[in-house]
Nanobody, 125 residues
Framework: QVQLVESGGGTVQAGASLRLSCAASGRPFIWCTMGWFRQAPGKEREFVVTEDWCGGRTYYRDSVKGRFTISRDNVKNTAYLQMNSLKLEDTDVYYC??????????????????WGQGTQVTVST
C-alpha cells in the first residue's frame, strides 16, 4: 500500500506564502502524475495543479497560475506545492494525490488512486 502524508498547512494573512509537502511511503509505486486538489465544505473537490513528470506536462488551474508552483524531490519521495500571494478564496482543505497515469492532463479525482489525508489552509485578512 502507498501512503501519502501531507504537511505544511496553516493560517496565514492574505498575501503570504505557504509550502505544502506530500511525502510518499510504502510499496514501490511508479507515480508519474501528482495532483493537488482542494475542497471547501459542501463543495466538490477541485483540481489545483496536476503534473505528469513522466510525460513532462504541467497544468494549473487558472486562478492559481503565477502564484502556485508544484515541484518534486525524487530522493525524498516528496512533492511540494509552493503557494505565494495567497488570497482569501484559497482557503480550503488541500489534498495531494498520486497516479501512475501518464500522457494526458489529469484533473479528475477519478484519475488518482492514492490520496493524502488533507491539510487545512486558511487565509485571513
Amino acid at each position: 500500500q502507498v501512503q501519502l502524508v501531507e504537511s505544511g498547512g496553516g493560517t496565514v494573512q492574505a498575501g503570504a506564502s505557504l509550502r505544502l509537502s506530500c511525502a510518499a511511503s510504502g510499496r514501490p509505486f511508479i507515480w508519474c502524475t501528482m495532483g493537488w486538489f482542494r475542497q471547501a465544505p459542501g463543495k466538490e473537490r477541485e483540481f489545483v495543479v496536476t503534473e505528469d513528470w513522466c510525460g513532462g506536462r504541467t497544468y494549473y488551474r487558472d486562478s492559481v497560475k503565477g502564484r502556485f508552483t508544484i515541484s518534486r524531490d525524487n530522493v525524498k519521495n516528496t512533492a511540494y506545492l509552493q503557494m505565494n500571494s495567497l488570497k482569501l478564496e484559497d482557503t480550503d482543505v488541500y489534498y495531494c494525490a498520486a497516479s501512475s497515469l501518464s500522457g494526458g492532463t489529469y484533473v479528475s479525482t477519478s484519475d488518482y488512486r492514492y490520496w493524502g489525508q488533507g491539510t487545512q489552509v486558511t487565509v485571513s485578512t
